[in-house]
């Protein structure tokens, strides 16, 4: 069972469920933090950092791997995301943020089987254009109740649009949002890449 009070780590960053983070932890407080998260085998909470504070929902963290340690005590760790949590309380006493919580599950929604395709197919062809690489984790076993987890993390979306796909809770609402904004965001992505293109024909780059 979760404790409904955490650490939490604000960063510039929206950690979605089943989503890996890579993290160099550097502060004093938040080598403290790993430590004893390590030690009693609990998540620690990350929420996106806003300039007017934090995001009121985030995902907690779980340490997967110490993968580097340093003589000065700096720490690179591999972490997974895995449960979404509303901030009910924020505790701001130095010299960690941590936060009461409550863990938010998703409610029950009906598949929509064409907009998933749609939006299969429509990640897969943004996805090939940014990376030069088809996916295959579209088709995953896990894919059919955290496809949108899955798309959300792995394209380089705007950071408030991940954000919300976050705080929704239900999948077929994210799946349809996530189509929404991939069918807006698809044809920049072909123009960039059309005129990167044309670019390389001209034999010409910029300077």
Sequence with gaps: MRPDRIPLFPLNVVLLPGADLPLHIFEPRYRKMVRDCLDNKTEFGMLLALSDGVAGTGCT????????????????????????????ELFTQEPLLEGRVDYLDDRYSVPNTEARRALAELYEACHTLIYDDY?????????????????????????????RILELRTEAERQERLLSYLREWAPHLQKVESQQHRVAGNGSGLN
């Design 135 to 163: 996916p295959r984790d579209a088709a995953s076993p896990d894919a059919d109740d955290q496809l949108s987890y899955i798309i959300a993390s792995k394209l380089p979306m705007d950071l408030l649009w991940k954000q």
């Design 61 to 88: 963290a779980e340490i997967l791997e110490v993968v580097r340690r340093y003589e000065d005590g700096r720490m690179d760790i591999l972490t997974v995301g895995r449960a979404p949590f509303r901030v009910v």
